[in-house]
């Protein structure tokens, strides 16, 4: 799939899976408005019979009335089902866009790994991936199809006038485009502070997370008077900019009905000066008759409502564009794809070598200096190194995330060839903050092993002593966390970290700062009990600090990269 470099360009391609839909929700709306004008034309009929008779002082005769009453029916019930067939075919669409859209980002983001924490933090990915993948339905269920039936609609009604009175024909096209003229001009306004306003709704969204996940250290510091001040002050901004939006919306809307007004306004004077014979060019004279004034009349409304419809719709359009341009930057991604089909499996640790292994970035720096790696079947080795150095970069690189120059085979066999999704499943990786959701630890220990038994989670929490706590507490393994495991200590969160690992017996661990933010206590019994439970397996362990990790086999040193030093990395 190629990547479109422009907001419309992307537009144009999330929708293309779905014209067939939006084009058949179009010829219902076409459908309709030739209802539309054949109902028109039975009623003007109608009445200018019944007028006639009446000032003919003649008795009205029913039989016109049974002639078109099946007709007019059939109109009348015939618009509304055609409208709601329309309706559920855009739904339909919009509901299909939005589900690839996300499906699309998701797809990105789990090609990055962990790598996906550069783009932002957890609550701004999770709004984009919401909110503003939701500000495309406006865009998709209701202008797509509105902007071709500005076009038609209107035309189709200017015909239909024109075979009555051409003038008439000519004072609706000669008024019809100060109606898209001034939504342009509004409409360049409320896209700008539209996008403005997605750019604060996902910094709010950080924000608000952080000041969540921070609450213990607040109310120890007493600082929860100063963040529920920067809440409300972030609110408050939010709200003035919100209503700065709608100001602009609803002005363009009024402005849009006054020009629209005005504008059948002159077409109703026109055929009332003429049906009353005092027009300045045709005194005397009745140039255009009852029945097609009436017509006319009865057509000019629907004339300028597309126009009015779009007028609104285009706000529609101002924000979806918003919310790609907000987008842009994870749409623009292009996550590199592991080429490996070959299946692993795997029954006892797996050594794993590398030779000249080196991570360029897209500016050309290095990320990781050329290094040569060996670790033997079932050796536990520390990397330790400057922060830059690349500590992280290879863990990624490990897992199959980074494109690498080099050598990296795994009992013997290049990383390259395998089929990364199975390479997965051997491995355990550990990063420095264990992702924890607001839910039971019986949750969040399953997120390893879904099948997981009770007797089986009861079994790895013994095996990091948290077993001996829990079952001290009234729910046990329902005892429900707070995000990011608010409600345990940070050894406590290691340790059911650990939990979650051992449930996956893989054969691999990579393990990145395990021991970060502990403090020195906790660290060492953290540390002895991974040199307890690490026996048997490979692993990588990054750490700045040796302090309780005295049982690993081997400490490899990394040395800062330079920007020289990956000038041919893939």
Partial sequence: MTTPHTVTGWLRQLLQPQRPLLSLALLLAVLAAGLFIAQSWILARLFSDWLLAWQQQQTVDGTLLVQLLPWLLLCLLGRPLLQFGRERLSQGASLKVRRAMRELLLERLAQLGP??????????????????????????????????????VPLMLVLATAMHSLLAALLMLLTAPLVPLFMV?????????????????????????????????LRHLRALAFAQQAVSQAAEDYRRGT????????????????????????????????????????????????????????????????????????????????????????????PWRHPGKTPVTLTTAPAISGQALAVAQDTGSARLAPLDLQLAAGERVLLRGPSGSGKSTLLDLLMGFLPYAGELLIDGRPLSGLRRDDWLRHIGYLGQQPELLAASIADNLRLAAPEASDQQLIEVLDWVGLWPLLRQLPQGLNTPLGERGLGLSGGQLSRLALARLLLRETLVWLLDEPLAHLDPQTAEQIGALLGRLSQGRTLLLVSHEAHGLDWVDRVIELAPASRAQVAACA
């Avoid at 409320?190 to 609450?215: E, H, P, V, Y």
């Avoid at 009353?276 to 409304?301: D, M, N, Q, R, T």
């Fill in 115 to 152: 790598a996906r924490r550069s783009l932002g933090s957890d609550a701004q990915l999770t709004s984009r991936l919401l909110e503003q993948v939701d500000a495309l339905d406006g865009y998709v269920s209701r202008y797509w199809v509105q902007r071709y039936l500005v076009l038609i």
């Fill in 243 to 334: 209503m700065r939006v709608l100001r602009l919306a609803f002005l363009s809307g009024a402005v849009l009905e006054l020009f629209a007004s005005l504008a059948i306004a002159l077409v109703a004077l026109y055929l009332g000066l003429g049906l009353l014979g005092i027009l300045p060019w045709a005194k005397a004279e009745i140039p255009v008759p009852y029945l097609s004034a009436l017509f006319i009349l009865l057509l000019a409304p629907e004339f300028y409502a597309p126009l009015r419809q779009l007028g609104s719709d285009y706000h529609a359009r101002a924000e979806a564009e918003a919310a790609v341009a907000e987008l842009q930057p994870l749409l623009q991604l292009q």
């Fill in 185 to 217: 001009l509004l409409g360049k306004a409320a896209a700008s502070a539209s996008q403005r306003q997605f750019i604060a709704l996902g910094r709010m969204s950080g924000r608000f997370l952080d000041l969540l996940r921070g609450l213990p250290t």
